[in-house]
């Protein structure tokens, strides 16, 4: 069988992990490919709110076998909280959760680095989660990282302590102020790496390609967005990960040509949280309502995510980035009772009408030219199937289909698992 994708497509908190779990029925296998505890993907069901970090979303589900693969970098600490979490309801995450040897590790200092890297930057920091990511991802590509296999070797111990003191005369380096006491981080990190040790280590690309073969379905879960790519996002307002597509192929070992479908999914307008350029952000009443109605608060961080209007040139273009095949979109209620909505179809790039994302796109280069349309009245959380769906509602998603030429297979209508409305 083939393995089918789910990635993001704006700058994250797309409602990933709300649909991963909506799926899962559908897979016998769900894996992670990139990315780390940035990451906070929240799932509704049971009126119980679960909020994930690293595990894939597909952990609630009895038959599922959850794979964190190469691309993914962990945090035992975190990593270890988040499974305690799960302990409560019951899952069996040590025969069902299984993680790759590749994945790198996140270490106390990497965390402290993001800190420091964050705090010298000033007002133009990245607006980082600061969980680690930026510096555990360049000492992967630096080839200096520690990976989960690594815990095997005799040797482990050596290659922390070495890299630890390396990263401690980093710190200094950066010449801001940032308390620790690595001695308490390195005695909660070595406690979390027993637990860790407990799960099953394997070599998920090797598991992967066999699952294939055997015909067992996959479902590779994205984090973060599309606009977030290392390469492809709104660089150096992004995450130190390949999110798009690509990334699947790199992050499980898994070849081009055995991807299948790529779900694209997109909130009905625009969120982001961290700095950045956003050129539909809204400063105004509208922005603070879609705030408020759609409780958009940071799951990870807490902070208030920027909103704004729907995209649709950057939309167009992660479409393309990631070659998407069907399309999702997610939070539609929030959006009832509005005066009107608009939808961005092309910016004015330095006095020119341009239809595509330029290499700059902050706001003194871009101005957003926007369509505008009827909002719907009806409150759409208690509607269950697309017959339901109010015109207005309806006018909007077959323009969105026109213009990014892909059918629109989902609309969520609410948190929960079940307020998910096929079409
Ligand atoms: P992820 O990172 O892509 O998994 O998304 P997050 O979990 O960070 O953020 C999405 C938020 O929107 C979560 O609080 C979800 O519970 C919530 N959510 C998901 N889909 C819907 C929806 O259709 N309507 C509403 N109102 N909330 C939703
Ligand atoms: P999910 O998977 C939203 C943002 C951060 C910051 C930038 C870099 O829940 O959609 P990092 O910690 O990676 O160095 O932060 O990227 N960011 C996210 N924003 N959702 C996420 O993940 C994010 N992961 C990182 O806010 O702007
Ligand atoms: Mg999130």
Request: aromatic letters at 8%; proline letters at 4%; one cysteine or more.
């Amino acid at each position: 069988m083939a393995v089918d994708l789910l990635l993001g497509l704006q700058w994250g908190d797309e409602g990933k992990g709300k649909i991963v779990d909506v799926l899962t029925k559908n897979y016998n296998i769900i894996a992670r490919f990139q990315g780390g505890p940035n990451a906070g993907h929240t799932l509704e069901f049971d009126g119980i709110k679960h909020v994930l970090r690293t595990i894939p979303s597909g952990i609630f589900h009895e038959k599922s076998i959850n794979v964190i693969g190469n691309g993914v970098v962990i945090d035992p600490v975190v990593f270890v909280k988040e499974l305690e979490g799960l302990d409560k309801y019951h899952i069996d995450y040590v025969s069902k959760l299984i993680i790759s040897r590749k994945a790198h590790l996140i270490l106390p200092t990497h965390r402290l680095l993001d800190a420091a890297s964050e705090a010298s930057k000033g007002k133009a920091k990245i607006g980082s989660t600061l969980k680690g990511i930026g510096p555990t991802y360049m000492d992967k590509t630096g080839r200096n990282g520690i990976r989960v296999g690594d815990l095997e070797l005799e040797t482990f111990k050596q290659k922390y302590k070495s890299l630890a003191k390396k990263h401690v005369a980093m710190i200094d380096f950066y010449d801001v102020d940032i308390q620790y006491d690595l001695d308490e981080m390195e005695v909660e990190f070595f406690e979390s790496l027993e637990k860790l040790k407990k799960l099953t280590f394997i070599d998920s690309e090797e598991y992967l390609n066999q699952a294939i073969k055997s015909e067992k379905t996959i479902l590779a879960e994205g984090a973060q967005g599309s606009l977030l790519d290392i390469d492809f996002g709104t660089y150096p307002f992004v995450t130190s990960s390949n999110t798009t597509a690509a990334g699947a192929c790199t992050g499980l070992g898994v070849a081009p040509g055995k991807i299948k479908e790529v779900y694209g999914i997109f909130k009905a307008y625009t969120t982001r949280v961290g700095s950045g350029p956003f050129p539909t952000e809204l400063f105004d009443d509208v922005g603070a309502k879609m705030a408020k109605v759609g409780h958009e608060f940071g799951a990870v961080t807490g902070r208030a995510r920027r909103c704004g209007w729907l995209d649709l040139v950057a939309l167009k273009y992660t479409c393309e980035v990631n070659g998407v095949t069907q399309l999702m979109m997610m939070k539609s209620d929030v959006l009832s009772g509005f005066d009107h909505l608009k939808v961005c179809t092309s910016y004015n790039y330095k006095g020119e009408v341009i239809k595509h994302l330029p290499y700059n796109i902050e706001a003194e280069n871009v101005t957003p030219i926007y369509t505008n349309f009827k909002c719907w009245k009806e409150d759409l959380t208690k509607m269950t199937e697309a017959s339901q769906l109010p015109k207005e509602l309806n006018d909007y998603i077959d323009f969105l289909e026109k213009e990014l030429e892909l059918p629109i297979k989902i609309v969520s209508v609410g948190p929960d698992r079940k307020q998910t409305i096929p079409r």
